[in-house]
């Protein structure tokens, strides 16, 4: 089994900073993509980032210039840099990785509990 756990969620102005982390530990053989989503209030959970495992990115429009998904293979740890944070990006975010257990297995898809990121004056 995987478990992934979150940190650095919490409350910032509008115009601030933050960092959220996702450690995951396990029996964990090797990591494909990592991603970060979020869900807001009355809304569809959506994708905000993902990393391959070659380090390529892709990011949501909204979040483009203003975010920064990075991962640490050694630590088995995503990140999500969150600058010029908005209203709008208040969400619970949630971290995802497709993880597998021993070499030529399938990947799993694991999802973490979820981090409370709010952007308020």
């Known amino acids: 089994q995987v478990q992934l756990v979150e940190t650095g969620g919490g409350l910032v102005q509008p115009g601030g900073s933050l960092r959220l982390s996702c450690a995951a530990s396990g029996n964990i053989f090797s990591i494909d993509g990592m991603a970060w989503y979020r869900q807001a209030p009355g809304k569809q959970r959506e994708l905000v980032a993902v990393?391959?495992?070659?380090?390529?990115?892709n990011y949501a429009d909204s979040v483009k210039g203003r975010f920064t998904i990075s991962r640490d293979n050694v630590k088995n740890t995503v990140y999500l840099q969150m600058n010029s944070l908005k209203p709008e990006d208040t969400a619970v975010y949630y971290c995802?990785?497709?993880?597998?257990?021993?070499?030529?297995?399938?990947?799993?898809?694991?999802w973490g509990q979820g981090t409370q990121v709010t952007v308020s004056s």
């Open positions: 995802n990785i497709g993880a597998n257990s021993y070499a030529g297995s399938r990947y799993v898809n694991y």
């Open positions: 990393v391959a495992s070659g380090g390529g990115t």
